[in-house]
């Protein structure tokens, strides 16, 4: 064991003490036999006086606690893992701790390795506000409890594990388990940003049985190819999919609409994305929830139908607009016109206006014969993406109609 400041330690085991021994700050000291029998009960003297009690791994403790004491500990090493006993920890498992009451007396405990404990079946850390890091792979648990606005980084969660519960962890940013998470009843993520828990969600809802979700502030980067396509085109997000389905069902006292809120990031390579038909399909449904496009994506198409007319309603013109991910401003692309209230593109729009807005136009009109003029009648060369919004010569409102190409 390590001393936090100049002291004596002693250790109680069985009927024997151990010590005292006199001790500088931050020296380490090794008091007791070189073997315990695991059934006696053993005590440590003084425990807010010590910083560090080192590897417990070997000594297979049953239970730990400080009765009214409140220690300066900022580790507790009672298992072994894949990361902190690399050439060790394939052939380990402690299944004698079975009780870990650590209570309000670690407020400074900063890691804790529990790894291949599988005596444990619960485990509460609301009084460890200044945890970051839980190791806790292939141990039994079935529920653990987090401290809420804290300052956890990393967790490693054994496949039993039946709730997963984390509240305000601006600096989590790693969520693993064993194999899968599959086995979680209830997921309640709030405000976890800086982890991309995408993954993590699919496998919780990646069995038959429904879960309860509650999901706000995710910030999710979809990467894989297991998403909504056909021919080519991106046409739905499975995982919203299944929130939507009767697999899924939002935390008690929300709607499924309150219960998810956040971005999602779509990343696929050599897939089109129309991004008005994936934001009509999901807006009702998650209308907190941001939808938008990364680098990879193959390409964005974004289609307007643009239907205006002149005062007197002789006069009918619709231009397209085609955008995409290449123009990184998604300026205009392409721009065609068909004239006339009888031209073959003048119908009735097939869907309702999303978006209306008042231009006023003043710099060019089109005559009959599709022919650009100024005001001064001027004859001028199609306008460019710049002209896009000075068509015509008087003031009117214009309605976006979305249509897919």
């Not at 389905?245 to 006292?253: H, I, L, P, V």
């Not at 009735?348 to 005001?375: C, E, L, M």
Request: aromatic share 10%.
């Amino acid at each position: 064991m390590k001393a936090l400041n100049n002291s004596y330690q002693s250790i109680f085991i069985g009927n024997i003490v151990y010590g005292p021994v006199y001790t500088t700050a931050g020296q380490t000291v090794t008091l007791g036999p070189e073997e315990v029998k695991h059934e006696v009960e053993s005590y440590i003297l003084n425990p807010q006086l010590i910083a560090d009690l080192g590897d417990l791994s070997d000594k297979y403790i049953g239970s730990l606690n400080f009765p009214g004491v409140q220690t300066r500990l900022t580790e507790l090493k009672f298992g072994r893992s894949s990361r902190s006993h690399p050439t060790t920890y394939n052939n380990y498992y402690n299944n004698l701790l079975s009780a870990l009451n650590l209570g309000e007396s670690c407020p400074y405990l900063q890691k804790i390795n529990i790894a291949r404990c599988t005596g444990l079946k619960t485990v509460n850390f609301t009084s460890c506000p200044r945890l970051q890091i839980l190791d806790a792979e292939h141990s039994k648990l079935t529920g653990i409890s987090f401290p809420a606005n804290s300052i956890l980084q990393e967790i490693y969660l054994p496949d039993t594990l039946e709730t997963l519960t984390l509240t305000n962890q601006p600096y989590l940013h790693t969520i693993q388990f064993d194999t899968s998470a599959s086995r979680l009843t209830k997921i309640e993520l709030e405000n976890v940003p800086s982890c991309n828990t995408y993954s993590l969600v699919k496998q919780v809802f990646n069995s038959q049985n429904a879960k309860s979700f509650y999901l706000t502030n995710i910030n999710w980067e979809i990467a894989d190819e297991q998403i909504a396509t056909e021919n080519g085109k991106l046409v739905g997000i499975d995982i919203l999919d299944t929130l939507l389905s009767e697999k899924a069902y939002a935390k008690e006292g929300y709607t499924k609409a309150q219960a998810i809120s956040g971005t999602i990031t779509i990343n696929i390579p050599e897939v089109k994305v129309n991004e008005y038909e994936i934001y009509e399909k999901y807006k009702k449904d998650f209308p907190n929830v941001i939808i938008q496009y990364g680098d990879a994506i193959g390409e964005i198409v974004t289609a307007y139908d643009l239907v205006f007319m002149t005062s007197n309603e002789d006069d009918a013109i619709i231009h397209y607009q085609v955008k995409t991910s290449s123009d990184q401003n998604l300026t205009l692309k392409e721009l065609t016109s068909a004239n006339g209230p009888t031209g073959e593109d003048m119908r009735v729009p097939s869907r309702a206006s999303t978006q209306s807005h008042d231009y006023q136009f003043t710099g060019y009109w089109i005559d009959q014969n599709g022919v650009f003029y100024k005001t001064d009648k001027a004859t001028v060369n199609k306008p460019n993406a710049e002209d896009f919004n000075t068509f015509s010569d008087y003031t009117s409102n214009m309605t976006f109609y979305p249509e897919y190409e």
